[in-house]
């Protein structure tokens, strides 16, 4: 129940008194399984909740001796089950006994189906060693009823999904196995919520790691460093993150309280800050070896004294601004190509000074002159530098700004469509409990369909709980996300007081 998407039920002849007593385990379902951990309000059974998660039910009767006519009307094999499954009149407690299992199944199993097979061959003989006889010697009867039943079950076998739409893949089924058994080991009633919980610990800690390996993927295939500007590196940062956001919300399930989101969010941007650094070393490298090789005439005139003669002054400035300007033609320098500069001409300025006091073609008023200006455009290069700082910093902010808005967009989108589908789920539930109460009051059984009230009332309220979600869905997604962007981006509270202003409104 706990782990198939369809369950296949075998009997011989008919359905019968017999065949439901054999049956009867499900009667005792309510003991064995709980699907949530705390108790259900105004004493409601837990049960009711069974049929969001247990399988389709398939009554397969083998060996079928009856004809499928009812009254002198002809019946479908599905008519044949309901028929079977409607409650007996009376008190006397072997019926209350034998309508146990109908009831049961018609509480837990809204989607019903029924097969009926003839013998596969009317030669004794041969039944008694049906494993060796070849499917074309089989009674032309059973084996279009088993292509019929084959062909059901390829088509409307569902893979096993658990409540709220979580989908049971090869390891997640691995985990539940192991979930339940060690629950039974201990003396304990398997519990579907508990299980989900233990399962989301392992497919969410799997959903961060894959997500941030799909980042690291993407920026590696798509980043060329050094990158031309930070920029260019930010928004390569974007459409990646953007990716791992979709596989990291793909993945992930019941992360109430944005546990391993947060996890993620901190994994990317540390992984953001490696990429910036690295483009930063990148550039570095670059634009020292390519000043070096600029630079290297300059250096060799200096050791050779080239520049210590009258006039050697002007000489040098003119050599230093050809490098400067070659400098600016190479491509793709890099977010440090300026800073590089700056070190170059600052590791410059004691040899500038001591070549403009040697130089005799030029006055002291000339050269004081010419001290004054190198200051003033030093000071230039030094306001320019913390200009582009400034600049970078204010890049860098609004990124996590529209970091911020990609995770909330995300987030948003997630737990509405996980609302969406709670709310399908609590509607069909109520739906099927509608119809067992309708058909029990028409059969006559006026007290057991009273009885479904407590069960039916229950789930009104939480689909209107549901439904009120929406209006605080929002706020709830604003004030999470925010939590997560302060503490995996450092500096981002300003950020973040700001972004409060503007969705207040949202908020009431």
């Known amino acids: 129940m706990l782990l198939s998407s369809t369950f296949i039920y075998n009997s011989m002849n008919t359905i019968n008194h017999q065949a439901l007593e054999q049956l009867h385990f499900v009667t005792e379902l309510t003991e064995l399984i709980r699907a949530k951990a705390s108790s259900t309000p105004d004493e409601v059974e837990d049960s009711f909740q069974f049929v969001s998660f247990f399988p389709d039910f398939v009554w397969v009767v083998r060996d079928f001796i009856l004809e499928l006519v009812i ?14 499954l409607k409650l007996i009149p009376g008190k006397h407690p072997k019926i209350k006994y034998s309508n146990m299992p109908r009831e049961c199944i018609r509480h837990f ?14 030669d004794l003989k041969a039944l008694q060693h049906l494993e060796n006889i070849s499917e074309a010697n089989l009674d032309g009867n059973f084996q279009m009823q088993l292509e019929k039943f084959c062909s059901y079950i390829l088509t409307n076998a569902k893979t096993k999904t658990l409540r709220e739409g979580i989908i049971v893949t090869g390891n997640r089924l691995e985990t539940l196995v192991v979930t339940y058994v060690n629950a039974i080991n201990s003396g304990e009633v398997p519990c579907l919520e508990n299980a989900v919980t233990t399962l989301a610990l392992f497919e969410n800690a799997e959903a961060v790691r894959k997500a941030a390996d799909h980042y690291s993927q993407l920026m590696a295939q798509r980043l060329k460093l050094p ?11 974007a459409v990646c993150e953007r990716k791992a956001i979709t596989v990291f919300m793909e993945r992930s399930f019941k992360d109430n309280k944005r546990e391993f989101q947060e996890q993620f969010m901190n994994i990317i941007e540390k992984k953001k800050e490696g990429f910036l650094l690295q483009n930063e070393k990148a550039s570095v490298k670059y634009c020292q070896a390519e000043l070096e090789r600029l630079s290297e005439p300059l250096m060799e005139s200096i050791s050779r ?49 001591s070549i403009l006091q040697l130089d005799k073609a030029l006055t002291d008023g000339e050269k004081a002159l010419a001290a004054v200006w190198a200051k003033k455009k030093a000071a230039e290069k030094e306001t320019e530098l913390l200009r582009e700082k400034q600049k970078a910093q204010q890049q860098m902010m609004e990124d996590k700004e529209r970091s911020f808005q990609e995770n909330i967009a995300q987030l948003k989108e997630k737990v509405e469509a996980e609302r969406q589908l709670l709310l399908m789920e609590q509607e069909k539930m109520l739906n099927h409990k509608l119809k067992v109460q309708e058909e029990l009051l028409t059969e006559g059984f006026k007290k057991k369909s009273e009885a479904l009230n407590k069960e039916i009332n229950q789930l009104q309220k939480e689909i209107e709980a549901t439904k009120k979600e929406e209006s605080s869905v929002f706020s709830q997604i604003v004030g999470a996300v925010g939590k997560m962007v302060i503490a ?21």
């Open 71 to 84: 009254d002198g009307r002809y019946i479908t094999e599905d008519e044949y089950l309901e028929d079977a």
């Open 109 to 122: 199993f809204p989607k019903r189906k029924c097969f009926v097979f003839d013998r596969p061959t009317n």
């Open 227 to 237: 990158t031309d500007t930070l920029q260019e590196l930010l928004s390569v940062h």
């Open 305 to 353: 004294g080239n520049f210590c003669v009258p006039g050697g002054y002007n000489l040098y400035l003119e050599t230093k601004k050809k490098i400067e300007q070659d400098y600016k033609l190479v491509p793709r320098k890099g977010v440090k190509a300026n800073e590089v500069f700056q070190y170059f001409l600052q590791s410059q300025a004691a040899i500038e000074e």
């Open 488 to 508: 995996a981006q450092p500096g981002a509270a300003k950020l973040w007081d700001t972004r409060m202003k503007l969705f207040r409104p949202h908020l009431k």
